[in-house]
């Protein structure tokens, strides 16, 4: 059971980038993905899940209408599309998987990659 997540860089305040989670060794299609991210000094931050089952999609109030998360069970990959980046969007990135529905609780995960790097510089 591996969680890779990448896209990870820096980019200037307005731009986008898009993360990707690929999963392997496990039934994807049976985990909600989810995505927390930890900035320096800070706790880690629930951003965005999406459901296993009916792919139900769910955000934080900090990012609601800037960032989109989606899936492709068939590819074993899911994405988080962040736009109009802020600088207080720097954080390291991290994808995880859970069969709970608690999916704002980073505990509820029981799976994580390895977090990838997101900069924006203002």
């Known amino acids: 059971v591996q969680l890779q997540a990448s896209g990870g860089g820096l980019v200037q305040a307005g731009g986008s980038l898009k993360l990707s989670c690929a999963i392997s060794?496990?039934?994807?299609?049976?985990?909600?993905i989810g995505w927390f991210r930890q900035a320096p000094g800070k706790d880690r931050e629930w951003v965005s899940s999406?459901?296993?089952?009916?792919?139900?999609?769910y955000y934080a109030d900090s990012v609601k209408g800037q960032f989109t998360i989606s899936r492709n069970s068939a590819k074993d990959t899911g994405w988080l599309q962040m736009d109009g980046l802020k600088p207080e969007d720097t954080a390291i990135y991290y994808c995880?998987?859970?069969?709970?529905?608690?999916?704002?609780?980073?505990?509820?995960?029981?799976?994580w990659g390895q977090g990838t790097q997101v900069t924006v510089s203002s």
């Open positions: 995880g998987a859970t069969f709970l529905e608690q999916y704002s609780d980073y505990t509820s995960y029981d799976y």
């Open positions: 060794g496990f039934g994807f299609q049976h985990y909600a």
């Open positions: 999406i459901a296993a089952n009916d792919g139900g999609t």
